[in-house]
Each structure stands twice: as C-alpha cells, then as structure tokens.
C-alpha cells in the first residue's frame, strides 16, 4: 500500500466516478483505474462496486475511508513537522545557564525569541559551568551560558558580559562603612577574614583564578565556605560569615546585609560566554535552524548592552 494509492482512493471515494476523480487528481483515467485495483490487490479485498452507471464504496471500502483520511492527515502533519523543524519553527531548544545569568540578560534573550518562535520547545537547565562543558560535549545541551576564562577546544562562543570582580562583604564590616576606601579596598586588607568562595568544581576557572589574585596580594586566604552558586556566596557574606570576591552584577542581586565595594587591585575581567559546540549552527547539522536563530538573538542583545 503506498500513499499514492490511498490519494487515488479517497478521492474517487469523494467523487465517486472515474473521471471526476482522474481530473482532480491530474492523471488520465486509466492510471487512476490502474491505482485502485492495485489498492485493492494489496488490501485483499474489493473496495468498490462499479457498473457503467455509477461507482459505489464496498462495506470494505467505507471501513478503509476513515483509516485512510487518517494516515494521510498524519503523513501531513509529519511533513510539515519536519519542515517546520528544519526552519527552526518546531521542536526543542535545550538551553543550559548559570544562575547569575538571570541578571544579565538571559529573560531579555528568552521573551523575544519565544514571541518569534511559539510553537518551539525551549528547554532550561540551570547548570554550574563545569556541568554545562560535560552537556555540550555529550550534546546534551544546544547552548549554554557559562563563566569562563578559556573556551575549550571543539567550542563556539559569543562573549555575552565582561565584568570586574568586586569585594563582597558584610554590613557590618568597617570597610562596607562610609566613607569608602579611596580608590576601593586593597586585597590585602581581607587578608584575615574567613573567604566564602565558589567551588572549583563548579566553576574551577574563576575559583582558581580568585584563589591566585588573594595571593598575588600576599592574603593566603582562609577558605572556609565552598559554594555551588554565587547567590549563595552573597548570603553567607550578608549573614556575617566571612567576606567574597563577586562577579560586579551580584551587586543588583538585592540581598539585604551585603555591601559591594570596587577593587583597588587590578584583575582579570569576569567574563560570562554563550557556548556550543562549533559548527552546529550550520546548516549541514542538526537543529541548527532553531540553534542559528537564537545565537542572532543573543548576538543582537550583546550589541544593544554593549
């Protein structure tokens, strides 16, 4: 049985006569006659009577005519399911993030691109950077957005945010008290407060990069608290027990009993990318319509923000 078959019959089931058929189906008469006795050669039974009179549907035909309609409606649907996808229009968007990327934009990324694109599937996961590398390496992930110094090889990126690390500390502290350090707080100065930090397997580049700025200052830090999210960091900072080195953002975050104060130390920027692995927004692998419509949005935001 062949989907061409199934057209042949529906339609002359519609019409009922041979040649009214054959003209809406653009073929002669003898092709359609052809198409249905091969129909029912195939089905093993007789799914019309014909007479020179008129043509009539079989208890076998009118049994077939809602299967048939089905199956075509559904191969229908398919098709279009598959173009849709390859347009970028349908299916899933896995999209893996670090949770400081709710203030830097992310939401602004998301609105528009699910506006231009309702009836895709996006998929969120709220991931440290070391978990979001392993996503996109085993393609579990589409895209994601991670904390990172250095992109490893077989990775696309798009640096979404360059920031500078800022000191964290309690309300209490003397130096969250006006007036301010001139110029910010020197490292130095932290050196006898207990660090509440990010741990390294969830971000291991900034965890060891902020490790090395502490003692670059001569401050070997007293790491007391290991974190696997920055909102975290900020809370233990804001309850008194101890004192952080934050991405500058975290500044917005709102949380009551913290203070941020500028370095006077220079440091690296903090930098935040957008990842996928290289070459799967191109048009020869997959889900690369839906992949290359979102890295445009995430490009355009990144030019608005500057």
């Known amino acids: 049985m062949e989907f061409r078959h199934l057209r042949c019959f529906l339609m002359l089931a519609e019409e009922l006569h041979f040649g009214r058929a054959a003209l809406r189906l653009a073929m002669t008469q003898p092709p359609l006659s052809v198409a249905i006795r091969q129909l029912e050669a195939s089905v093993g039974a007789q799914l019309f009577v014909r007479s020179s009179k008129s043509v009539q549907l079989t208890a076998a035909g009118r049994a077939l005519l809602p299967e048939a309609q089905a199956l075509l409606a559904r191969a229908r649907h398919a ?4 173009q849709d996808v390859a347009q970028g229009q349908a299916g899933s968007l896995r999209i893996g993030f670090v949770g400081a990327m709710l203030y ?6 998301l609105q528009p691109f ?4 309702p009836r895709l599937r996006v998929e969120l996961r709220e991931l440290s950077s070391a978990e979001q590398l392993l996503e996109l390496q085993h393609d579990r992930l589409d895209v994601g957005f991670a904390h990172l ?10 640096l979404v945010a360059s920031q500078p690390l800022v000191a964290c500390l309690p309300h209490s502290h003397a130096l969250a008290q006006p007036p301010q350090p001139v ?4 490292l130095a100065q932290l050196g006898a407060e207990p660090l509440a930090l990010v741990s390294r397997t969830v971000s291991p580049d900034y ?3 902020i490790l090395a700025l502490c003692e670059q200052a001569g401050w070997q830090p007293q790491v007391r608290h290991e974190l696997r999210h920055w909102l975290s960091v900020v809370s233990v ?17 709102g949380l009551a009993g913290a203070v941020f104060v500028p370095l006077a130390n220079a440091s690296p920027p903090y930098e935040t990318r957008c990842l996928w692995r290289a070459g799967r927004d191109q048009p020869d692998s997959g889900n690369h319509a839906a992949l290359s419509a979102f890295l445009a949005v995430v490009r355009e935001r990144v030019a608005v923000s500057g």
């Open 237 to 253: 900072v804001s309850q008194g027990l101890g004192v952080a080195l934050v991405p500058e953002a975290l500044g917005r975050s």
């Open 207 to 209: 965890h060891d990069r």
């Open 114 to 117: 699910q506006q231009a694109h």
């Open 149 to 158: 110094a250095d992109v490893p090889i077989g990775l696309a990126h798009i």
């Open 79 to 82: 098709m279009q399911l598959a």
């Open 183 to 186: 110029g910010g707080v020197l």
């Open 104 to 109: 830097r934009g992310l939401p602004q990324m």
